[in-house]
């Protein structure tokens, strides 16, 4: 009985030790949250036209991994995530978690992020807690939604190529 015991303990410090603590991806939480992402004009961010992807790991942490993905209200709502419950692997309830959003172009997170925001840092809870939003604050989180240079010079090179072909005919 006693070696089942020492058997048990050693376990549940070994589950502690590989924690996974959750927060709330949410950036409309009136009155202390409420940063839309916007583009340069002020519009919205809407649909599936972008994504953002979420980075996290222990506060302080060098490296960090991609944790999930999501994309965007429409409507009235543009500008503001699709709420959700994230998991960051390997930090346990009540510890820190620094959490970087980048904001992608079309569906998914191929290609270079058009633009990074954070870090963020979180307080995570494990079950049967109730998991905190992620603090961004109340200002707007304007995305440089301009493609960059190397597409542009692209986007010139494929036109002149074109009127190059027209002229000769």
Do not use: H, W
């Amino acid at each position: 009985m006693k070696k089942l015991m020492i058997a048990v303990a050693a376990l549940m410090v070994s589950i502690a030790a590989y924690g996974q603590g959750q927060f709330v991806f949410n950036n409309r939480v009136p009155p202390d949250i409420n940063a839309k992402f916007v583009d340069s004009s002020g519009a919205g961010l809407a649909g599936t036209a972008y994504t953002v992807q979420l980075l996290g790991g222990a506060s302080g942490a060098t490296t960090l991994t991609p944790l999930t993905t999501t994309d965007f209200r429409t409507g009235a709502a543009a500008g503001y995530v699709n709420p959700l419950t994230v998991t960051v692997p390997g930090v346990a309830d009540g510890k820190k978690a620094d959490i970087i959003l980048k904001v992608f172009a079309g569906v998914g997170t191929a290609g270079t992020a058009l633009s990074q925001f954070g870090p963020y840092t979180v307080t995570v809870a494990e079950a049967p807690n109730i998991p905190s939003s992620l603090p961004m604050g109340t200002q707007n989180l304007v995305v440089n939604t301009v493609p960059e240079p190397t597409t542009l010079a692209l986007g010139v090179i494929g036109l002149g190529a074109l009127l190059a072909i027209r002229r000769r005919k």
